[in-house]
């Protein structure tokens, strides 16, 4: 699939006028979260199941191991289904999103991350033939993907499921059919199965991400397609920061790379059409954190030269060069439901 690389910057999602009070929110919530870390479990890796394997890092006490078959990295002991539950429930940082970030950046986050996705979508289903009658979203989140493909008036219907109370509420307020219940408790007739399931940055947050694929693919009608997008563990952001980005925080449990999701979607019986890694903010997130003083590139001359001395010059074509070559730290897997 083409992938077309356009200048696209941090800050126009994340305002920075807006970010030291989600700071001091998701600080708040790491808090809550070691306040149980008593009662955190050990688990085999999420993408394989294998039970080897290393110690990676720890960051804000936390800890993270890497899975010596697969390269999967992941926390280990992680917070038990219970303890999610109440975390999520009650999380001022998801609070704060929804409050105050999302809609200060919803215009921009349509036009540079949605549109583009739904365009990804509606491509998707004309290349593999798939049928537009009903599309499912697992974690709709503020709703704006679900109501940009509603907008394109091609599917017939459009269904958001968010168990957040107050995330439901919003897509409810766009007008959007809400499931308000954990994609687990769904029940479906044959009939009423979805042509296509989607998910997005959603799998990394998850106890057991194989659960989640194999509730998705239930839902899902033989010969649709799921579409999952979640970090890349293995994307120059994270390799190259390491604890210092920002996508290595205490939701995420999860760092699957292509190899290892794609291992995981097919031990639950789905055939794999294809993956590729899109993220457009991999060089930009580096940086800014250079530039900030949290990165040292001191001693790194070619990163120095790339993402500072001669950024105007390099930085959108160093982009575009991650985004081909599978390495940017945002992936998408594309897999589909064999027939009966």
Request: hydrophobic residues 40%; charged residues 25%.
């Amino acid at each position: 699939m083409e992938i077309k690389v356009s200048t696209f910057s941090e800050k126009e999602i994340r305002p920075v006028q807006l970010m030291a009070n989600q700071r001091i929110a998701a600080l708040t919530d790491v808090g809550r979260m070691l306040s149980r870390y008593g009662e955190f479990v050990h688990v085999d890796c999420p993408a394989c199941g294998a039970n080897a394997h290393a110690p990676k890092f720890e960051k804000n006490g936390i800890n993270y191991v890497e899975c010596k078959e697969c390269n999967t990295f992941y926390v280990n002991p992680r917070p038990p289904l219970d303890v999610l539950e109440w975390f999520y429930r009650g999380s001022p940082n998801y609070a704060y999103w929804n409050e105050v970030i999302f809609p200060a950046s919803e215009s921009v986050r349509r036009e540079r991350i949605f549109v583009p996705r739904v365009d990804r979508l509606l491509e998707l289903c004309r290349k593999y033939e798939i049928h537009t009658g009903s599309i499912l979203e697992v974690g709709a989140g503020f709703g704006t993907f679900c109501g940009e493909v509603k907008k394109r008036d091609v599917f017939t219907r459009v269904v958001a499921v968010e168990p957040t109370p107050d995330l439901a509420k919003t897509c409810r307020d766009k007008g959007l059919e809400v499931l308000e219940v954990p994609v687990e408790s769904i029940q479906l007739e044959a009939a009423e199965l979805f042509d296509v399931v989607a998910s997005f940055e959603v799998i990394e947050h998850l106890f057991a991400p194989i659960d989640f694929v194999g509730h998705m693919t239930r839902l899902l009608r033989p010969g649709g397609i799921i579409m999952l997008t979640c970090p890349n563990g293995q994307g120059f952001d994270i390799e190259t920061l390491g604890t210092t980005s920002n996508t290595v925080d205490h939701e995420h449990l999860n760092y699957f790379n292509p190899k290892s999701l794609a291992q995981l979607l097919t031990s639950c019986g789905l055939e794999i059409l294809e993956s590729f890694t899109p993220g457009k903010l991999d060089a930009d997130l580096v940086r800014n954190k250079i530039i900030s003083g949290e990165f040292d590139v001191s001693n790194q001359p070619f990163l120095k030269k790339v993402l500072v001395d001669d950024w105007e010059r390099l930085g959108a074509a160093f982009q575009e060069f991650l985004i081909h070559q599978g390495l940017s730290s945002n992936m998408w897997i594309v897999a589909r439901k064999p027939q009966d």
